[in-house]
Nanobody
Framework: VQLVESGGGSVQPGGSLRLSCAAS????????MGWFRQAPGQEREGIAA???????SYIDSVKGRFTISRDNAESTLYLQMNSLQVEDTATYYC???????????????????WGQGTQVTVSS
């Protein structure tokens, strides 16, 4: 199993980035997928999740700014991040969970597979 994130980088406040997560080694379309992030000195937090049926869930701090999506044909997960803020600076991880409840996937309690992370830095 592999989850490989890409698309991180440095951006000014108000800017945008699109993260990708290429999955392999498991049946992607059957799994719930999510994005988590961890800032220095803080615990990892779940920020967005998407079910196998396309149902989505977001934490309040990213709602309206971030959009999670998936391409089952390409086994790829995406996170479009707009209106980025300094507080969004973190390492971003994708994660996979089978048979999830989308609204609670971001709790992180039943994640089966993790990516290695990609760094997002927002600064002026």
């Amino acid at each position: 199993v592999q989850l490989v994130e890409s698309g991180g980088g440095s951006v000014q406040p108000g800017g945008s980035l699109r993260l990708s997560c290429a999955a392999s080694g498991f049946t992607f379309r059957y799994f719930c997928m999510g994005w988590f992030r961890q800032a220095p000195g803080q615990e990892r937090e779940g920020i967005a999740a998407i079910g196998s049926d396309g149902t989505t869930s977001y934490i309040d701090s990213v709602k309206g700014r971030f959009t999670i999506s998936r391409d089952n044909a390409e086994s790829t997960l995406y996170l479009q991040m707009n209106s980025l803020q300094v507080e969004d600076t973190a390492t971003y991880y994708c994660a996979a969970e089978e048979n999830c409840v989308v609204s609670t996937m971001t709790d992180g309690g039943f994640i089966e597979f993790w990516g290695q992370g990609t760094q997002v830095t927002v600064s002026s």
